[in-house]
């Protein structure tokens, strides 16, 4: 059996393609579309996972919608009704796009989903599927449990902003929910919107700022912004706010309550700011580790799974990994709304149709997120002769020792390998790789090649049977959703002058033996890598012990600012070319900088909007 999920319309769209319940494709419209979360029908990911799996549109059993519109259409009414006569102008922009297109999104679905190939009636094979409900199966039926507590958090989908869930084989059950506008999504949307990051886009800035301050507001948040109980149930004071009823996330009150106005995007960064970075940061650890602490009481289940927004906050899925109150813990690597596609198409399968669910085995099911596109190297190889590109095309341990030896150099390197990877991180197939032992290099990434803010940090790929010796974690973090700090042995001490500085101040001085991937706080964000679902990945780390003695490297998102990670190797050739990269390694192709035209070489970065 056939089924296509799908997610549209807010942000992130996707499409997912399974088979009796296994996954065979899926990725994001905005690889295609080269428009960063893009949330538009995603036509693009739907015939890459119809020509991905040679399966006809005639042969999809079910299309499913991630989310229920009519449910989300009565929340908007019910939010408008409750704060009337506010928010009448944004009621007056917001109402007549539902009625003319969202709140018959059957039909629209069923329009554009003709334009991709399905003329077969979709009347009895389209379905919707609630939208935590999505969630729920997206962390639950791909994770290596058969039974689990499942957490989902997120800004809001139809009604829920959070929601528990218990999963038991082929079948889950929604047990509580919270319902919007009391939102840690939003919360921490909030938040991002008051620094100047870009709401749905700039969360993970804030995350990447906190470190740099102290936790100052931590009170003021608790007594003003959020009532947190002892399980982590939560309530917001609505009139520090203005999502419900307007155009921005903050109202008046909110920025009275801090002394500032919203932060303008590209402002100058101050100390405040990254004290309200941290403060907020510590407010949603707080709340994420109660939740599960008594979630995990209250269910007696050992295993627990996460999905949504929030669960894309690696610092706090560090700290529930630490604290241990379950003994194992799934993310999904997509968390966020594009995961929703496969969720949704897992749930039709095991909820609706009552499929029975196949033996779960120690891995999971999401083939280390490599579900993407790939290349074969004749492809590549011509798509790289009509760019006119110089390359060399080497066999697979000469294109390993020499991409090492141009990494202990200090050089940056353009990755692009096998499968295109699903969710937010690069993972070792569309990756710009460095060597972590580089003062230098964190600078260098962020200035020359990502045009990226200076305070953003970068991860580690380390070689999983290293992970220990490296880090203070030993568990599986394949996704790059788990923080640890550097290990105690490998940390430098900062000298008395140094722990006197303050925010961006800190930012250049060496933490660790590894100081270009170790935040200022010496923590990473930890991707560990396996021979099973990335070979070529996890030779080039073993090569690079082999030579260095340290199984660690960069691994940083294969584009610039604004840009969504590359697909094809077109991308990735413009990407090098408009960027500081000085190597790619494309297949089995070697290219290097110096070799290619200089009129190659454009404004890359003009091309996309700042995030």
């Known amino acids: 059996m056939h089924i296509l999920g799908i997610s549209a319309y807010y942000h992130d769209s996707a499409a997912a393609l399974i088979q009796d319940g296994d996954i065979l494709a899926a990725a994001q419209e905005e690889r295609f579309s080269r428009k960063k979360h893009d949330a538009r029908f995603p036509v693009n990911a739907i015939r890459y996972c119809l020509e991905e799996t040679r399966i006809s549109p005639d042969n999809i059993d079910y299309v499913v919608f991630y989310d229920k519109p009519f449910l989300k259409f009565e929340r908007l009414i019910e939010t408008y009704t409750a704060f009337s006569p506010k928010g009448f102008s944004s009621f007056r922009e917001v109402i007549p796009l539902w009625i003319k297109e969202?709140?018959?999104?059957?039909?629209?679905?069923?329009?554009?989903?003709?334009?991709?190939?399905?003329?077969?009636?979709?009347?009895?094979?389209?379905?919707?599927?609630e939208h935590h409900l999505s969630?729920?199966?997206?962390?639950?039926?791909?994770?290596?449990?058969?039974?689990?507590?499942?957490?989902?958090?997120?800004?809001?989908?139809?009604?829920?902003?959070?929601?528990?869930?218990?999963?038991?084989?082929?079948?889950?059950?929604?047990?509580?929910?919270?319902?919007?506008?009391?939102?840690?999504?939003?919360?921490?949307?909030?938040?991002?919107?008051?620094?100047?990051?870009?709401?749905?886009?700039?969360?993970?800035?804030?995350?990447?700022?906190?470190?740099?301050?102290?936790?100052k507001y931590v009170k003021r948040i608790l007594d003003h912004l959020i009532d947190l109980k002892a399980d982590g149930s939560f309530r917001l004071d609505l009139s520090y706010f203005n999502y419900c009823t307007g155009f921005t996330m903050t109202s008046s009150r909110?920025?009275?309550?801090?002394?500032?106005?919203?932060?303008?995007?590209?402002?100058?960064?101050?100390?405040?700011?990254?004290?309200?970075?941290?403060?907020?940061?510590?407010?949603?650890?707080?709340?994420?580790?109660?939740?599960?602490?008594?979630?995990?009481?209250?269910?007696?289940?050992?295993?627990?799974?996460?999905?949504?927004?929030?669960?894309?906050?690696?610092?706090?899925?560090?700290?529930?990994?630490?604290?241990?109150?379950?003994?194992?813990?799934?993310?999904?690597?997509?968390?966020?709304?594009?995961?929703?596609?496969?969720?949704?198409?897992?749930?039709?399968?095991?909820?609706?149709?009552?499929?029975?669910?196949?033996?779960?085995?120690?891995?999971?099911?999401?083939?280390?997120?490599?579900?993407?596109?790939?290349?074969?190297?004749?492809?590549?190889?011509k798509s790289l002769e009509e760019v006119s590109a110089k390359f060399e095309i080497l066999e697979e341990v000469d294109l390993i020792r020499t991409c090492v030896e141009m990494l202990k150099e200090g050089k940056a390197l353009g990755w692009f390998q096998g499968r295109m990877e699903f969710g937010p991180r690069a993972l070792g197939a569309r990756s710009i790789l460095g060597d972590p032992r580089s003062p230098q290099m964190q600078s260098i990434l962020n200035q020359k090649i990502k045009f990226r803010e200076s305070f953003r940090p970068f991860a580690p790929s380390v070689l999983r049977e290293d992970v220990a010796d490296w880090f203070d974690m030993d568990d599986d973090s394949p996704y790059m959703l788990l923080v640890a700090d550097v290990a105690k042995g490998l940390q430098r001490s900062m000298t008395n002058e140094q722990k006197q500085l303050f925010g961006i101040e800190k930012l250049n001085i060496s933490r660790s033996d590894i100081p270009a991937v170790t935040h200022v706080d010496y923590s990473a964000r930890i991707q560990t890598v396996h021979s099973e679902t990335n070979g070529r990945y996890y030779?080039?780390?073993?090569?690079?012990?082999?030579?260095?003695?340290?199984?660690?490297?960069?691994?940083?998102?294969?584009?610039?600012?604004?840009?969504?990670?590359?697909?094809?190797?077109?991308?990735?050739?413009?990407?090098?070319?408009?960027?500081?990269?000085?190597?790619?390694?494309?297949?089995?192709?070697?290219?290097?900088?110096?070799?290619?035209?200089?009129?190659?070489?454009?404004?890359?970065?003009?091309?996309?909007?700042?995030?």
């Open 254 to 381: 909110f920025h009275d309550l801090f002394g500032l106005p919203p932060r303008s995007p590209e402002a100058r960064l101050t100390q405040k700011h990254m004290d309200i970075a941290a403060s907020i940061q510590k407010v949603i650890e707080m709340a994420v580790l109660r939740l599960t602490r008594s979630l995990v009481k209250e269910s007696g289940e050992k295993n627990l799974c996460l999905a949504g927004g929030v669960a894309l906050n690696c610092v706090a899925n560090g700290k529930i990994l630490r604290e241990g109150n379950q003994e194992s813990l799934w993310i999904q690597p997509a968390s966020g709304d594009s995961g929703g596609a496969i969720g949704a198409a897992l749930a039709a399968y095991y909820l609706h149709l009552d499929q029975p669910r196949k033996s779960v085995s120690a891995e999971d099911s999401m083939k280390g997120g490599y579900l993407g596109p790939e290349f074969s190297n004749e492809k590549i190889i």
């Open 135 to 215: 969630h729920a199966a997206s962390a639950f039926f791909p994770s290596p449990f058969s039974n689990a507590v499942i957490l989902t958090m997120d800004g809001v989908g139809e009604r829920a902003t959070t929601s528990f869930a218990r999963g038991i084989d082929s079948k889950i059950e929604i047990l509580k929910e919270i319902h919007f506008p009391h939102s840690l999504g939003l919360l921490y949307s909030a938040f991002t919107y008051y620094t100047g990051f870009k709401v749905n886009s700039g969360e993970y800035k804030l995350m990447g700022l906190a470190p740099y301050g102290e936790p």
């Open 539 to 611: 030779k080039l780390l073993a090569e690079f012990k082999a030579q260095t003695g340290c199984p660690v490297l960069i691994n940083t998102s294969f584009n610039v600012r604004g840009e969504p990670i590359v697909c094809t190797p077109e991308d990735a050739f413009r990407c090098f070319m408009g960027s500081g990269m000085e190597a790619l390694a494309i297949g089995n192709c070697l290219l290097k900088k110096d070799e290619q035209q200089s009129n190659f070489k454009k404004k890359y970065t003009q091309m996309f909007d700042a995030d």
């Open 102 to 129: 969202k709140l018959f999104q059957k039909k629209l679905l069923s329009n554009e989903l003709r334009k991709v190939g399905f003329e077969k009636d979709l009347k009895n094979r389209l379905l919707f599927s």
